[in-house]
C-alpha cells in the first residue's frame, strides 16, 4: 500500500492529474474494474525484452556454484531451464497476461564475488500483438528463486532483489531503456 501512495504521490507531485493517471492503466474498464485488454486489432511486431535481477549471496555459496559443488546440481544449468519454462508459462501466472508464442529465449548468469552477488539477464522475444516484458521479468524471478532453492541449505540469507525492465522494443509505445543512476561513492 505505501508503494501504491507513494507512486500517487509522486505522479501529482509531477503535477499530473489523477485522470491523466487513471488513463495510463490500460487494464481497467470504464468502471475501473479488471479486464484483459483486447489486442486484437493491433498490428504484429517484432518485440523484444530484456530483464534483470540480482541473487546477494555468501561469497562462499557463489564459490560453490562456480565450483558445481552443490549437491542439488548444476546451479546455473537449472535455473536457466526454470526461467525458460517460467516465461512460457507466465499467463498461467499472471492474470492479465496474454498467452504468447514465444520465439526466443535466453538467460544469462554473471557472478560478482567481492560484491555477494548473481547477476541474472532474460531477454525475450515474440513477433506478435503485444509485448513479452512480463514473460522476460518472470524468467529472471523464476530463475532466481531456483537459485535460492538450489543453495538455501547452504546459504538461507539469500536476497532477491532489483528484478527491472531494462530494455524494451517494438509496438505503438516502441523504445524504452532503462537508464540506470550512477551512485555517488
Known amino acids: 500500500m505505501i508503494d501504491v501512495e507513494w507512486n500517487i504521490r509522486s505522479l501529482l507531485f509531477n503535477n499530473e492529474s489523477i485522470v491523466n493517471i487513471m488513463a495510463k492503466f490500460t487494464h481497467l474498464d470504464e468502471k475501473n474494474k479488471s479486464r484483459m485488454v483486447d489486442v486484437t486489432q493491433k498490428e504484429p511486431s517484432l518485440r523484444e525484452a530484456?530483464?534483470?535481477g540480482k541473487v546477494l549471496m555468501k561469497r562462499g555459496t557463489i564459490e560453490e556454484i562456480e565450483?558445481?559443488?552443490v549437491a542439488k546440481g548444476d546451479v546455473f544449468g537449472v535455473a536457466k531451464i526454470a526461467g525458460i519454462?517460467?516465461?512460457?508459462?507466465?499467463?498461467?501466472?499472471?492474470?492479465?497476461?496474454h498467452p504468447l508464442e514465444l520465439t526466443g529465449i535466453d538467460i544469462k548468469f554473471s557472478t560478482?564475488?567481492?560484491?555477494?552477488?548473481?547477476?541474472?539477464?532474460?531477454?525475450?522475444?515474440?513477433?506478435?500483438?503485444?509485448?513479452?516484458?512480463?514473460?522476460?521479468?518472470?524468467?529472471?524471478?523464476a530463475a532466481a528463486l531456483t537459485i535460492y532453492d538450489m543453495c538455501k541449505s547452504a546459504d538461507r540469507e539469500m536476497i532477491l532483489t532489483d528484478i527491472k525492465l531494462?530494455?524494451?522494443?517494438?509496438?505503438?509505445?516502441?523504445?524504452?531503456?532503462?537508464?540506470?543512476?550512477?551512485?555517488?561513492?
Do not use: Q
Open 85 to 97: 519454462m517460467a516465461a512460457k508459462k507466465t499467463s498461467n501466472i499472471i492474470p492479465m497476461c
Open 166 to 185: 531494462l530494455k524494451k522494443s517494438g509496438g505503438r509505445s516502441g523504445l524504452f531503456e532503462r537508464i540506470e543512476k550512477k551512485s555517488s561513492a
Open 50 to 52: 530484456l530483464a534483470c
Open 112 to 141: 560478482d564475488r567481492t560484491k555477494g552477488e548473481v547477476t541474472i539477464e532474460a531477454e525475450v522475444r515474440t513477433f506478435g500483438r503485444t509485448g513479452v516484458e512480463m514473460e522476460a521479468m518472470t524468467a529472471v524471478s
Open 67 to 69: 565450483a558445481h559443488n
